[in-house]
């Protein structure tokens, strides 16, 4: 049995931070859409209704029958989700006088009330509501309120149901990790025991009787994903995975023979395929960023189906899809506008069954993961690369020249980054090669005419926003004198400083 809070998605945008809040907590979570409670199942401990960009008035606010739980397991509405059983029980929910957002602090706080144990007087909350409860149904009782916000917090005698307007997955609710744990552990009773040790343990069985005999396909990338997704299924079924590698001639510089001999110290049962030529020629002339990335995805499936073919007693396709790559998150339209994404382009008579031992991870839980499976720390914290790879860091047309002079540029920039002690400290960090733009320098007695190189270095989260990352000067320079000195082909060195938005993080 794996126990797990169901958080229900009403469309907030902090859904997703609440669940990142309960793994943290080493509680495991799903997140579902409103209406996909999943009655009858016995691993549910507990269910948290999240907030909404909507009203409880709006003719399309998304509702619940909250007979599905209530009474079965403790209940904790968040933001909406208070307002929503108030209104749905009887209180009285009405648009605030103005709209409570921002800081504030719990003026009165029953501590009695094991939602609020450990709290400290005049504990911060983080509020952002239009609407607020003016009235509590029958039987329930505040338990916490602000200056402004009378019924910041509710409890519903003896049912399990708590309630709280303010957001306490937010970082500016000081003890909103507390009020979770308190709710996970002391109200819910869980016991807290989703860790990479038991993630293993648990997914290694799992692999096993869900494949037993059979044979598995994997395509690798050289990322953390992919490569965490091998070595755990590698753990699981051994040599009965084949992984697949593809160098499309577009990947850093000497990335496939280290990357490769990585994958082979891991033990891993690794075709690499050299498919440079193929791309280069598919390339050939190719300036728009976006037929590019086409005729990589398209050429990459190829190549891979091409191989993937030759291992014709193949039932399963594993790939190293993690949690949010698969989150459907509501829009206020009640579409879904992120689904699953699904095995892209495998021909339909392979009938090959997909595998993803990693599909319930968020990242930073892969990377506890590779760790536990005792994999090398320079492929669990590799930055993020794109899978075009240098092919949309080259502004105009790709030739294995301009690759050539892009990758050495980027090997410099990124072994001064590690150098520097520097790596670590941001997201991800790349050279962008202007091949269309030529100016004018000197170099001892003779006047150059050649490229600029741009670097890119970004911090981040989770690479939807972005900052440039604020670099040493006396780095830059270095970086700066030594691109110049060793890389032919580059007379000029900037550093990208634009934040995401309104640029991105890729220049294509
Ligand atoms: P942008 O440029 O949109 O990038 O700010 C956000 C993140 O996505 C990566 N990226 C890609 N990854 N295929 C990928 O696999 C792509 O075509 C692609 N484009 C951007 C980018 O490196 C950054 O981490």
Request: net charge negative; hydrophobic share 40%.
């Amino acid at each position: 049995m794996q126990e797990k809070i169901i958080i229900l998605d009403f469309g907030s945008q902090t859904t997703q931070l609440i669940a990142r809040r309960l793994r943290e907590l080493d509680t495991f979570c799903e997140i579902l859409p409103y209406n996909k409670f999943p009655v009858g199942d016995p691993d549910v401990i507990g269910v948290i209704l999240a907030g909404s960009p909507y009203s409880v008035y709006d003719p399309e606010a998304f509702k619940v029958d909250l007979n599905q739980f209530m009474g079965r397991m403790p209940v904790l509405g968040i933001c909406y989700g208070a307002q929503f059983i108030s209104h749905t029980l009887g209180g009285r929910v009405e648009p605030a006088d103005s709209r409570e957002y921002g800081r504030a602090n719990l003026t009165t706080i029953d501590t009695q009330c094991p939602l609020f144990k450990g709290f400290e007087p005049n504990s911060q909350v983080w509020m952002s509501h239009g609407d607020t409860i003016t009235a509590l149904p029958d039987g329930f009782r505040c338990v916490a309120s602000t200056d402004k916000v009378r019924f910041a917090a509710y409890e519903a005698e003896g049912q399990h149901v708590y309630g709280v307007q303010f957001h306490p997955e937010v970082f500016h609710s000081l003890q909103g990790t507390q009020l979770l744990r308190n709710f996970v552990v002391d109200i819910c009773g869980g016991h807290q025991t989703w860790s990479a040790a038991n993630f293993v343990e648990a997914t290694v069985q799992e692999l096993k009787e869900q494949i037993g005999q059979d044979r598995v396909i994997l395509g690798l990338s050289g990322g953390v994903d992919s490569s965490v997704a091998a070595v755990l299924l590698n753990r699981a079924i051994g040599k009965q995975l084949t992984c697949i590698f593809v160098d499309h001639g577009m990947l850093r510089k000497n990335e496939f023979r280290n990357v490769m001999r990585d994958y082979e110290c891991l033990g891993l049962n690794v075709i690499g395929v050299d498919a440079s030529e193929k791309f280069f020629k598919d390339l050939e002339g190719v300036t728009e960023p976006e037929k590019k990335r086409k005729i990589i995805g398209r050429d990459f499936v190829e190549v891979f189906d091409a191989e993937a073919k030759k291992i014709t007693d193949a039932k399963w396709l594993a790939q190293g899809t993690i949690y949010p790559d698969r989150i459907e998150s509501l829009n206020i339209t009640g579409k879904v506008i992120k689904s699953h994404h699904n095995v892209g382009g495998l021909p339909e008579e392979m009938h090959l069954s997909l595998c993803e031992p990693l599909k319930w991870l968020f990242k930073d839980e892969v990377r506890r993961v590779g760790r536990q499976l005792g994999m090398p720390e320079h492929l669990i914290t590799r930055h993020p690369f794109p899978g075009p790879g240098l092919a949309v860091r080259i502004l105009g047309a790709i030739t294995p020249e301009k690759v050539r002079i892009l990758q050495d540029a980027d090997d410099i920039f990124i072994q001064g980054l590690r150098d520097w002690g520097l790596y670590d400290q941001v997201w991800q960090a790349g050279a962008i090669l202007l091949s269309d733009v030529r100016s004018v320098g000197v170099m001892g007695d003779e006047r150059t005419y050649e490229n600029p190189v741009a670097l890119r270095a970004v911090t981040s989260t989770d690479a939807m926003t972005a900052d440039w990352a604020h670099l040493p000067y006396d780095f830059l320079a270095q970086v700066s004198n030594s691109i110049i000195n060793k890389v032919r082909g580059v007379n000029r060195v900037c550093y990208d400083i634009s934040s995401k938005p309104p640029s991105t993080i890729e220049w294509e």
